[in-house]
């Protein structure tokens, strides 16, 4: 079975940064493409990044010089670093993989998702 655990979330005074991780069961090279997306309090879900397994990676416009995605392939484990945050990007951030091109995040797997609190 398949599973996605989050960690690194936490409260964040505006201005500071924190690292999410997001440790997989298998081999990360196992999924097409893997993301972050988050979801704030009476908001819809959108996607944050994007990384396939080939390393391409792709941000949301509004995010792009602030985050970053990477992973630690010996770890099976990505990481999205967050900087100079702001109140607005306080959500809960989820992990997700997809295991194919032709299956979207929607459809593949995602963690229980971690709490990002920004406030002073």
């Known amino acids: 079975q398949v599973q996605l655990v989050e960690s690194g979330g936490g409260l964040v005074q505006p201005g500071g940064s924190l690292r999410l991780s997001c440790a997989t069961s298998?081999?990360?090279?196992?999924?097409?493409?893997m993301g972050w997306y988050r979801q704030a309090p009476g908001k819809q879900r959108e996607l944050v990044s994007t990384i396939t397994s080939s390393g391409s990676t792709n941000y949301a416009d509004s995010l792009k010089g602030r985050f970053t995605i990477s992973r630690a392939t010996a770890k099976n484990t990505k990481y999205l670093q967050m900087n100079s945050l702001k109140p607005e990007d306080a959500a809960v951030y989820y992990c997700?993989?997809?295991?194919?091109?032709?299956?979207?995040?929607?459809?593949?797997?995602w963690g229980q998702g971690t709490q990002v609190p920004v406030s002073s």
């Open positions: 298998i081999n990360i090279f196992s999924f097409y493409a």
């Open positions: 997700t993989a997809s295991p194919n091109r032709n299956t979207g995040f929607e459809y593949g797997y």
